[in-house]
């Protein structure tokens, strides 16, 4: 079946350091894939997505590139800010099979001043 | 567009009575909603998929009985926690798809569930 791996955290950054969360996927087909951040005590928040290879999604300053040849959808950011400090969640959409999403355990980032 | 609305956002309830959460697209059709479930510090684990109109599916090990869930109309399911009790205690999230080959599901808000 369908299933994403990110990489394990907590991750500890101090502001304006550079953000790489790894991402990678299983799946049968082509799915879409997302990044979802949630925020102490809330809900899911759609970050970014892409639907097919070589799709770049982007919002706040976040990146992730579909990579089909290394099934990865990694998340980046050039300068994390204090208010970057969440859980992130890559999430897969298959095309088939019920068309499930599927998240992956989720990295939490603190951010320092 | 694309809005999904869970109530209530949070709940008390005592060990042995039942609950009902509500999840509506508020300005779309959704053929499809998913229910889904998150332990404190884990990941949003699929519970089941529901079709308007038709029984749900459930992931494997969610107890069908337990958690019954109704997709009655195109703007409306429901996940009523059946005899609740403190293990149960938990955030639920539904999502919904607008067609089924929709590339993205749209989530509500969650509703924070707690057994006493």
């Known amino acids: 079946g369908n299933s994403v791996t990110q990489m394990e955290g907590p991750v500890t950054l101090s502001e304006e350091a550079f953000l790489t969360i790894n991402c990678t996927y299983t799946a049968t087909g082509y799915p879409s894939l997302f990044w979802y951040v949630q925020y102490p005590g809330e809900g899911l928040q759609l970050l970014l997505k ?8 982007s919002n706040k300053g976040f990146e992730a590139t579909y990579r089909k040849e290394t099934t990865s959808f990694h998340l980046e950011k050039g300068s994390v800010q204090v208010s970057d400090s969440a859980v992130y969640f890559c999430a897969l959409r298959g095309r088939t099979g019920g068309f499930k999403t599927i998240f992956g355990a989720g990295t939490r980032l603190f951010v320092k001043a | 567009g694309a809005v999904v609305s869970q109530h209530p956002s949070r709940v008390i309830c005592k060990s042995g009575t039942s609950v009902k959460i509500e999840c509506r697209s508020l ?19 699929l519970m089941a998929t529901s079709n308007e109109g038709s029984k749900a599916t459930y992931e494997q090990g969610v107890e069908k009985d337990k958690f019954l869930i109704n997709h009655a109309s195109l703007t409306l399911s429901t996940l009523t926690v059946t005899s609740a009790h403190p293990e149960d205690s938990s955030f639920y999230i539904c999502s919904a798809s607008r067609i089924r080959g929709d590339t993205e599901a749209f989530f509500g808000q969650g509703t924070r569930l707690t057994v006493v």
Do not use: E, I, N, V
């Open chain 2, 27 to 45: 300005d779309f059709q959704a053929t499809t909603m998913f229910w889904y479930r998150q332990f404190p510090k884990q990941s949003l684990m």
């Open chain 1, 50 to 57: 892409a639907t097919k290879a070589d799709d770049k999604g």
